[in-house]
């Protein structure tokens, strides 16, 4: 149960004056859903404006606030801007300009003949100074000449900054009184302002101290919630598990496993031996093997006499290493089922009779094999492919099926950052696969503008025609996934329109068995090229496919670049990755795409990125689901997680059951940023 402390901050923001359903959507979208998540949208960045007397005084780009006197509206034919021509007290003019929707405001604000107080920033446009969409018109001085220093919060469609910031204050009106949970010597050493302020502070200027706080508290509950899932672990019984090497034994593989391959298998197996379930995780570059490795664990589990369940995170990846396995399991006799979302009717009831009565042994589906209508007769180990999203094997563990707790293998490509392990699997042990298997070529990497696109086509032609296959993967636009489909939809058009048949588009929305028709024509050979958005990102794997061309890359991060570069140099033939970049290119931007072409070691890549990203900025650096936190930007996290772990290690040390009165204290924080999954593992918590 939440302490009832909390009860102010998770009320509905519906709760809060002026908030109608009109608003709630472009709330919703900003996942701004209770009073708590509105205390906690903190803003990007603050605008800091000059009062100037005159025009003359401002710098072009500067943002001020001065009086100025409407003396002529001038709407444009058609659907350009509306203008209202103001002049200061000097008699110099400039025009305050509207788009859209906007000008319907500026008639009524802007009256000619009256003084008004203007908020704004000064373009030039032309040969005159301009002002568009003014931040502020009003008619008093004081109310301007008091906000001279101004948050900029994050925005949806519907919502102006006056708007949410009167939400704002009045979800801060609301916060209670909570007790210190950082340990008091961390806390006076910091010189940190306590919760409630700190929360006041950070809405109200840059105050770096305040954000520290904020960002710590969500590290510490992160890492404490982490921290009780796995005392929790060490408590469960588990069953060991251990396998005689017969069914391994019959396994034809074309190769000989690298050395890490060898080193995991033989970490898992020690794992799988012990009666506290396994909590793995096996972390391996793209291509470096980890199908088998995971094979290997599955087959020890069914020599044991136990089942095996593969979760993989998309339909495609599921049916594709089903495909795999079926044959690689083939001369061992295994029984192998695919079970995913669409699967209905007979098919569906005869694979859930196979996991009751055992008769099937290893299981591989989407999260479709979790649902509750599925049970196993005996499940020994689950395994989770292509884990990037935080806490599901944690969570996974604690909802788990079986009579005891199944051991839990996550795999991962996502070559992260040290520092970011631990936030992300806390105290998980983990194999790497620091070895990639033999006769891999390196990817010819190369930056192209995108303004010699036909080109890139012509090449893309003469790849096909020499019998090899592509990606072409399009461009991401985050804020909107239907525009990256419109994108992709538009690309395959023009070139179906050149290469035919050989064709095929693969998104999002499209209808399952269109993607799975689409992929298995690619996959197949049949098809040559394929048209993607980012949804080919993890796991897909045609090794005759030799070409990779990238939209506007310099939209995507490093490691999802990296990732995408993964899909190709799989067989022994060498392998191409154009990175087709926009004319706008900052210098981060290039230094990034530089990076691509100079190393293909994931783990730098993802250092270098954090490095590129985390530089120096105080706002403005919040993450966009790469972390499992929403306060603590990357520079915050590298900087003060270490400190917030140890600060979690002692107080799980001194009271582990959260019983002392920091401890509940903490069981509030828990709660606060809902890793109160951690919270109901406490015997009567
Ligand atoms: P990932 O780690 O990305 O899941 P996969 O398991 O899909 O990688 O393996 C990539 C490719 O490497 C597959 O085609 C697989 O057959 C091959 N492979 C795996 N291990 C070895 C090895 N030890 N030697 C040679 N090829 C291997
Ligand atoms: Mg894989």
Redesign the pocket.
């Known amino acids: 149960m939440r302490p009832e402390v909390l009860n102010p901050l998770f009320v509905e923001v519906g709760a809060l004056d002026g908030v109608g359903p009109k608003l709630r959507k472009p709330l919703d979208k900003l996942g701004l859903t209770r009073v708590r998540d509105i205390a906690y949208h903190l803003p990007d960045r603050f605008v800091t404006r000059r009062a100037v007397e005159s025009l003359d005084e401002a710098g072009i780009g500067e943002q001020v606030v001065i009086a100025l006197t409407p003396t002529e509206h001038r709407s444009s034919s058609g659907r350009g801007p509306y203008r209202v021509l103001a002049q200061d007290s000097a008699g110099n003019i400039c025009a305050l300009t509207y788009f859209g929707r906007a000008s319907y405001t500026a008639k009524k604000l802007l009256p000619v003949g009256e003084k008004r107080w203007v908020a704004g920033r000064i373009d030039q446009f032309g040969q005159m100074l301009q002002i568009v969409h003014p931040d502020h018109v009003v008619e008093d001085s004081g109310e301007t000449l008091t906000r001279l220093c101004e948050p900029v919060y994050a925005l949806s469609e519907g919502l102006t900054q006056p708007k949410v910031a009167g939400l704002v204050e009045q979800a801060l009106s609301k916060l209670p009184d909570l007790p210190e949970w950082i340990e008091p010597g961390q806390f006076e050493a910091e010189k940190w302002p306590a919760w409630k302020d700190a929360l006041k502070l950070a809405h109200k200027g840059e105050h770096e101290a305040a954000r520290d706080r904020l960002a710590y508290d969500e590290l510490l509950a992160n890492s404490l919630a982490l921290m009780l899932v796995r005392a929790d672990n060490r408590l469960r019984k588990g069953q060991p598990l251990r396998g005689d090497g017969s069914l391994r034994g019959k396994l034809q593989l074309p ?4 050395g890490a ?1 060898e080193r995991s298998v033989a970490e898992i197996e020690g794992d799988l031996a012990q009666e506290a379930p396994m909590l793995r995780l096996l972390q ?9 490795v995971a094979l290997e664990a599955m087959l020890i589990t069914n020599e044991a006499g136990k089942q095996a369940a593969l979760l993989a995170p998309t339909e495609i990846l599921a049916r594709q290493h089903f495909e795999t396995l079926r044959s690689m399991v083939r001369p061992t006799g295994i029984e192998i089922a695919l079970l995913t979302g669409r699967d209905k009717g007979k098919a569906r009831e005869s694979i859930l009779m196979g996991l009751l009565d055992g008769s099937i042994d290893i299981v591989i589906g989407t999260h479709a094999i979790f649902q509750d209508t599925v049970a196993y007769r005996d499940l020994g180990l689950v395994v989770i492919d292509e884990q990037h999203r935080f806490g599901v094997a944690q969570r996974l563990m604690l909802t788990a099926k079986g009579k005891r707790t199944p051991h839990t293998l996550a ?1 991962t ?1 996502t070559p992260i950052p040290r520092t970011l392990t631990l936030a992300q699997y806390g105290e998980m042990d983990v194999s790497r ?1 620091d070895e990639m ?3 891999r070529q390196p990817i010819d990497t190369r930056v192209v503008a995108q303004e010699r696109l036909a080109d890139v086509v012509e090449g893309v032609s003469r790849h096909i025609a020499s019998g090899q296959q592509a990606y072409w993967v399009c461009p991401m636009v985050r804020e909107n996934e239907n525009e990256d489909i419109a994108a992709a939809e538009a690309r395959f058009a023009s070139l179906k329109e050149r290469f035919g048949d050989e064709v095929v588009l693969v998104h999002g929305q499209l209808k399952p068995e269109l993607k799975d028709a689409a992929m298995e024509r690619f996959a197949s050979g049949k098809a040559k090229l394929l048209i993607a958005t980012t949804v080919i990102e993890v ?1 897909v ?1 045609v ?1 005759a496919a030799t070409l990779m061309v990238i939209e506007q890359a310099e939209r995507f991060g490093l490691a999802q670049l990296h990732q995408l570069r ?1 899909r190709v140099g ?1 067989g022994s033939e060498k392998s191409v990755c154009l990175l087709l970049r926009g004319s706008a290119l900052s210098e981060t931007g290039r230094e990034r795409l530089a990076l691509m072409r100079e190393t293909q070691d994931g783990f730098r890549l993802a250092e270098e990125d954090l490095r590129l990203r985390g530089g120096g900025e105080l706002l403005g650096t919040r993450q966009s689901g790469d972390t499992p936190f929403r306060v603590a930007s990357l520079e915050q996290i590298t900087r003060l997680l270490p400190k917030a772990h140890d600060d979690a290690r002692i107080l799980m040390d001194r009271d582990g059951g959260l019983t002392g009165t920091r401890g509940e204290a903490a069981r509030i924080l828990l709660y606060l940023f809902e890793r109160d999954w951690g919270v109901q593992l406490l015997r009567g918590g």
Do not use: C, F, N, S
């Not at 190769?255 to 690298?258: A, H, I, M």
């Not at 391996?284 to 088998?292: E, N, P, R, S």
């Open positions: 190769y000989e496993l690298t391959q391996g570059d793209v291509g470096a093997g980890k199908t088998v795999m490509a696969l298997p033999p006769g796991g794997d090794p993964g799989r």
